[in-house]
């Protein structure tokens, strides 16, 4: 996902369009953490755009810079929603259960579904 400075929502919706029209086995949504040192990081860092220099929150999971059109909680709430909607499709809740795919993409999958309960909290 690493969204852009002038992503929307619709920008990065119509990236998860994508990858659902692909219908790979798994799909990873990142959020852009930028590693210290890099340009995005300087730049970030110059236009105070990092919110949080917590590292707990560094792990490409929470967000930690905005968009122009969308705050951090929004961002983490995009890439929540677009986890949950593509691992819930049946067809590929099938897929991966009855073993239709690599042992690895079943074993990602059930690690997923173990600690869905984590991220609808």
Not at 13 to 42: C, H, N, Y
Request: glycine share 4%; proline share 6%; aromatic share 8%.
């Amino acid at each position: 996902m690493a969204p852009n400075w002038e992503d929307d929502a619709e920008k990065i919706k119509s990236r998860f369009r994508a990858v659902e029209e692909i219908d790979p086995d798994v799909a990873v949504t990142m959020l852009l953490t930028p590693m210290p040192g890099t340009q995005v990081w300087r730049q970030g860092m110059k236009q105070n755009r990092i919110e949080s220099l917590d590292l707990e929150k560094w792990d490409a999971l929470h967000s930690i810079m905005p968009t122009r059109h969308l705050s951090t909680k929004e961002l983490g709430e995009l890439c929540q929603r677009a986890n949950r909607e593509f691992f819930s499709r049946p067809h590929r809740i099938e897929r991966n259960r009855n073993g239709y795919t690599s042992p690895f993409v079943r074993l990602k999958f059930e690690t997923w579904q173990s600690s869905a309960h984590l991220v609808n909290a």
